[in-house]
């Protein structure tokens, strides 16, 4: 026993004797060990890796509170690079404690939590690291606004955490690749290194938005938790079920002849013992009745809609009918402009030669009804212009154009 407890004291020492930035550092690694288990979250182990979390963050805490490293009235930019870490003390204590799921505890673990979350959001209000969306949802608890802007909110915020994330393993990645080449660097150099800074405003960013979840999930298992309370302290173990309705009649009646549906509805009396039908009242009513009542009396299923029929009905029903044709819908399309407009006939070159130039323009051929000299002047018209061509090339007669036609001394 002896030997226990100098090795207890032993240890005791050893942990008094962290530094702020050690207990820092062993208490961060606590927490991602709990992030990173695969463990269930009612397994023991679980618990266990939550607890030892907790313990370790807690001391944290109370020596940043002792050390004054915070006060009310700075801003973020009085806040070293190298305290800037320790405003997260207030937000994983409070996840530890919402990770925490051990039953008996399990109100107050969501209580301790809230609570933690809550004044790590408030630090984080008054050093205006949220933004305006962040801010009104801190102000309804972290609960969506009216329907139409929620999706726009959470479109946002999906893709400002999905930047905060790349930017930080951005950060990471080079961190890791300056400690590969130079060794881990000591917090104590750090104080001045704006890419720290950076790292950490991102860590706190990141872990505002976390906490707004917190603050709406966290607050519906509690009202969910305070219910099942009441309904134990009243006595009522078993599930609610729905009440029975009020009227026990089936609401399918099964009709084997037109004369028992009379006699149920008292149309028709029973038959009696002779075989002679009893003629009741209900069938002397029906008799003096007059036709539209007594239509109603004979047939009370007539004018009734079955509704499946009328489902179908209004299924089957033409939507959506086009409201112009197509035609008009290109022609729409061509005055918005986007559509090609028809291809225009391209315009006729105007002919510029003289008449003496122009060529015979061709006839017809020759049919019955024309005389046969006529169609002799138009044959030999035709010869004679091919005999011109032939003999005069074309361009002879411009002398400048042509250097053959030239007269050199």
């Known amino acids: ?75 973020l930019r009085d806040i070293s690079s190298v305290n800037l870490k320790y405003l997260l003390c207030d937000f994983v204590i409070g996840d530890l404690f919402l990770n925490l799921h051990e039953q008996k505890i399990r109100d107050r673990c969501i209580k301790e939590g809230l609570n933690f979350v809550g004044k790590f959001l408030s630090k984080c209000e008054d050093l205006k690291l949220m933004s305006e969306l962040e801010k009104q949802l801190y102000k309804r608890k972290g609960k969506p606004g009216n329907p139409m802007s929620a999706r726009t909110e959470k479109i946002a915020r999906a893709k400002e955490t999905r930047r905060l994330k790349s930017e930080l393993q951005e950060l990471l990645k080079l961190e890791k690749l300056k400690a590969d080449n130079e060794g881990v660097v000591d917090d104590d150099d750090l104080e001045e290194d704006d890419r720290e800074r950076e790292k ?107 509704p499946r029929s009328q489902v179908v009905n209004e299924m089957f029903v033409p939507r959506n009918m086009p409201t112009m044709t197509m035609d008009e819908f290109v022609e729409l399309e061509r005055k918005a402009g986007r559509m090609p407009m028809p291809a225009q006939p391209m315009p006729k070159k105007k002919d510029t030669r003289t008449n003496n130039e122009k060529e015979p323009v061709e006839q017809e051929e020759h049919s019955d009804d024309d005389d046969d000299e006529a169609h002799n002047a138009r044959q030999k018209k035709r010869r004679d212009w091919d005999n011109y061509k032939d003999d005069n090339e074309k361009g002879a007669g411009n002398r400048l154009a042509n250097p053959r036609g030239r007269n050199f001394i």
């Open 1 to 75: 026993e002896d030997s226990s407890t100098g090795q207890n004291g032993q240890k005791g020492s050893e942990r008094k004797s962290l530094s702020l930035s050690e207990a820092y550092h062993e208490a961060n690694t606590g927490y991602q060990k709990v992030k990173e288990s695969l463990l269930g979250s009612s397994d023991p182990k679980h618990i266990k890796l939550v607890k030892d979390g907790l313990s370790k963050m807690m001391r944290v805490r109370r020596m940043v509170e002792l050390a004054g490293i915070f006060s009310d009235n700075e801003e």
């Open 200 to 306: 950490q405003i991102l860590k706190a960013k990141l872990a505002i938005s976390e906490s707004l979840d917190h603050l709406r999930f966290a607050e519906d298992e509690l009202k969910m938790m305070e219910f099942m309370k009441k309904r134990a302290g009243n006595g009522n173990s078993e599930p609610l079920r729905r009440p029975p309705p009020p009227d026990n009649k089936p609401s399918i009646i099964h009709i084997n002849s037109a004369e028992d549906f009379m006699r149920q509805n008292g149309i028709m009396g029973p038959q009696a013992g002779g075989g002679a039908r009893a003629v009741t009242s209900g069938v002397q009513r029906l008799n003096l009745a007059p036709v539209s009542v007594a239509t109603n009396i004979a047939t009370p299923y007539a004018g009734r809609i079955d």
